[in-house]
């Protein structure tokens, strides 16, 4: 056994318990964030499926059909990803830049370069290492959403749609179903489908459709992209719980294989001393310095096995 493996064994110990503490209160502290962020949505849907019922009854009357919300308006793409500013979370930050990924290049052979909006720290250095402009990038706002984070994209949207040459508006970002179970899914915000009509009733609007629709359109956003937001943040607590409590089990699992890799590195040494004495007793004895040996309380000799 070489010299030292024991000594060195127990620094990586050491090494591991520390990092196994910094986990454990990781995994602690995006556990209590899920409920907090599950509060968040549970406020804000009752506000945007409204919004979404408001926007679909004006779209059922024939002068909506024409506004550039359901007609589309210029001929290129605008795509926004929603990400996370932390990593140590698992795939979750990997599956929506793959997933961006793949809508940009696919949006890119039918129609050009895209324009993209990178909300989250971890998005905005992936696609500035890649090379890939970006009209807007947000950081720092990931974590824990707020509206008035939701009206700084939707600020940044609408400035690109003032341009007149944005048609569509694609949005990337995970959606949270419930704490088992959540997945990147890729939206068209813009040009909206025409929803079927659910019932009969005729409304009459003052001032025309067209006119209440480019009012409403910064609200609907800023409530769609609000909940998409909280979403996100509720998706990134769970995949960091997760992901944070595997690695804090990893770390006792390799916790408990080095201390017996000590152990055993500890027996071997005692034997191995053991050994050495009991060898160096018999080569002494053999020597016929037995005797004078025996004679020094300091020495002790091992007696010979009947």
Do not use: C
């Amino acid at each position: 056994m070489p010299a030292g493996q024991e000594r060195t064994l127990r620094r990586r110990i050491r090494s591991i318990q520390s990092t196994q503490k910094i986990t454990r209160a990781m995994e602690l502290i995006a556990a209590s964030r899920i409920v907090r962020a599950q509060l968040a949505i549970t406020a804000a849907k009752p506000y945007a499926e409204r919004m979404s019922d408001v926007v679909g009854e004006i779209a059922a009357t024939p002068e909506a059909k024409d506004h550039w919300l359901f007609a589309g308006g210029g001929d290129r793409p605008l795509v926004v990803v929603l990400a996370a500013d932390r990593g140590l979370s698992g795939a979750f930050n990997v599956s929506v830049l793959r997933a961006a990924d793949e809508l940009l290049r696919r949006l890119s052979r039918r129609a050009g370069a895209p324009g993209l909006i990178a909300v989250g720290r971890r998005a905005v250095s992936y696609f500035r290492f890649n090379g890939r402009a970006m009209a807007e990038s947000f950081e720092g706002l990931a974590d824990r959403p707020r509206f008035e984070d939701a009206q700084k994209i939707v600020a940044a949207i609408t400035h690109e749609l003032e341009g007149g040459t944005v048609g569509e508006i694609y949005l990337v970002s995970t959606r949270f179903l419930s704490v088992g179970s959540q997945k990147v899914q890729t939206r068209r915000l813009v040009p909206l489908d025409l929803p079927e009509r659910k019932t009969s009733t005729v409304f009459e609007f003052e001032p025309d459709p067209a006119q209440i629709l480019d009012r409403l359109l910064p609200r609907w956003l800023e409530a769609e992209v609000y909940l998409a937001l909280l979403e996100s943040a509720a998706s990134f607590h769970v995949a960091q719980q997760r992901a944070m409590k595997a690695a804090t089990d990893n770390a006792d699992d390799l916790i408990k294989a080095l201390s017996r890799a000590m152990n055993r590195a500890r027996q071997d040494s005692i034997t191995t001393e053991i050994m050495e004495i009991v060898g160096g007793a018999e080569a002494l004895r053999q020597t016929g310095r037995g005797d004078e040996i025996a004679g020094r309380p300091d020495i002790y000799v091992f007696p010979e096995a009947s």
